[in-house]
């Protein structure tokens, strides 16, 4: 997306203090962190070159060059590989994208009785679900066009409700979709989903703004369901090889834990007919 590269870039020299790499800070700066002068000292460039790069005008910059200055800015490896990705971004066929799940997965998937799961797109679009991620999530009772978890979190009247570590689930969220933002340039629907959410949610504009980049493919969510209560869920995410634009989702609970119970009760409510 327009301005990517160098709005990163800026995010990440702010956060360092001349003093932790050995420079003078020459009393009080105008701005935080590093100029761009002292990031292309340390790198090892012309500053003519990395205010280039900054300005998005280093289309064949080389992988020596971006690693000098992924160790000057301290990144780790996932900023590490969003830097190349935004510096270098690769244009995809447009076709590129999968809209729906192998039957083979969807077949996995309704094997995993005891687990809610389901898979989402780079954008979190949910394009498949088992049982039990339908009881979790309600993904069944929605429209099409109301499956996308990022939106229901900052957009949806409940997102806000459902889970009780909301800030930091928002923020790693935030982080996830800025790196899938940063592999898919090309991405038209994700792009539009980062302006519509930009347009209506200050709290995601704010944490767009911080330039987080987080893969998030594991940890532990907590769910206050309206029937099933207080749920603490681990959860895996695994890139499907076939269709790498598509993650399986797992939530996987302590077997004998209370929310393993919950669960189990929830998906025997969802099953049971109605009369």
Same mark, same amino acid.
């Given at each position: 997306?327009?301005?990517?590269?160098?709005?990163?870039?800026?995010? %990440?020299?702010?956060?360092?203090?001349?003093?932790?790499?050995?420079?003078?800070?020459?009393?009080?700066?105008?701005?935080?962190?590093?100029?761009?002068?002292?990031?292309?000292? =340390?790198?090892?460039?012309?500053?003519?070159?990395?205010?280039?790069?900054?300005?998005?005008?280093?289309?064949?910059?080389?992988?020596?060059?971006?690693?000098?200055?992924? %160790?000057?800015?301290?990144?780790?490896?996932?900023?590490?590989?969003?830097?190349?990705?935004?510096?270098?971004?690769?244009?995809?066929?447009?076709?590129?994208?999968?809209?729906?799940?192998?039957?083979?997965?969807? =077949?996995?998937?309704?094997?995993?009785?005891?687990?809610?799961?389901?898979?989402?797109?780079?954008?979190?679009?949910?394009?498949?679900?088992?049982?039990?991620?339908?009881?979790?999530?309600?993904?069944?009772?929605?429209?099409?066009?109301?499956?996308?978890?990022? %939106?229901?979190?900052?957009?949806?009247?409940?997102?806000?409700? =459902?889970?009780?570590?909301?800030?930091?689930?928002?923020?790693?969220?935030?982080?996830?979709?800025?790196?899938?933002?940063?592999?898919?340039?090309?991405?038209?629907?994700?792009?539009?989903?980062?302006?519509?959410?930009?347009?209506?949610?200050?709290?995601?504009?704010?944490?767009?703004?911080?330039?987080?980049?987080?893969?998030?493919?594991?940890?532990?969510?907590?769910?206050?369901?309206?029937?099933?209560?207080?749920?603490?869920?681990?959860?895996?995410?695994?890139?499907?090889?076939?269709?790498?634009?598509?993650?399986?989702?797992?939530?996987?609970?302590?077997?004998?834990?209370?929310?393993?119970?919950? =669960?189990?009760?929830?998906?025997?409510?969802?099953?049971?007919?109605?009369?």
């Amino acid at each position: 997306m327009d301005g990517d590269l160098g709005n990163f870039l800026r995010s %990440r020299r702010a956060r360092i203090q001349p003093e932790e790499v050995g420079l003078p800070s020459y009393g009080r700066r105008r701005v935080p962190g590093l100029r761009r002068e002292e990031v292309a000292q =340390l790198a090892g460039v012309s500053v003519d070159y990395y205010i280039r790069l900054e300005q998005g005008r280093g289309p064949s910059v080389s992988d020596a060059v971006l690693d000098a200055i992924a %160790r000057v800015l301290r990144l780790d490896d996932t900023e590490h590989a969003y830097l190349r990705a935004v510096a270098r971004p690769q244009k995809k066929p447009k076709s590129r994208r999968a809209p729906r799940v192998r039957p083979g997965v969807q =077949l996995l998937l309704d094997s995993m009785d005891r687990t809610p799961a389901f898979v989402v797109d780079p954008g979190m679009e949910t394009l498949a679900w088992n049982a039990l991620g339908d009881a979790l999530h309600g993904f069944s009772r929605m429209a099409p066009d109301q499956r996308n978890l990022v %939106r229901q979190l900052f957009l949806d009247a409940g997102g806000r409700d =459902l889970y009780p570590d909301f800030a930091a689930i928002a923020a790693q969220t935030v982080a996830r979709l800025r790196l899938s933002a940063g592999a898919h340039p090309d991405d038209r629907a994700l792009r539009d989903l980062v302006g519509e959410l930009s347009l209506k949610s200050e709290d995601f504009r704010r944490l767009w703004a911080d330039h987080q980049v987080k893969a998030c493919m594991y940890g532990v969510k907590r769910i206050q369901h309206p029937i099933a209560g207080l749920l603490t869920l681990p959860y895996e995410s695994l890139t499907l090889p076939e269709t790498p634009d598509q993650t399986l989702v797992v939530y996987t609970p302590e077997p004998g834990s209370e929310t393993t119970e919950r =669960l189990q009760l929830l998906g025997s409510w969802e099953s049971a007919p109605t009369r």
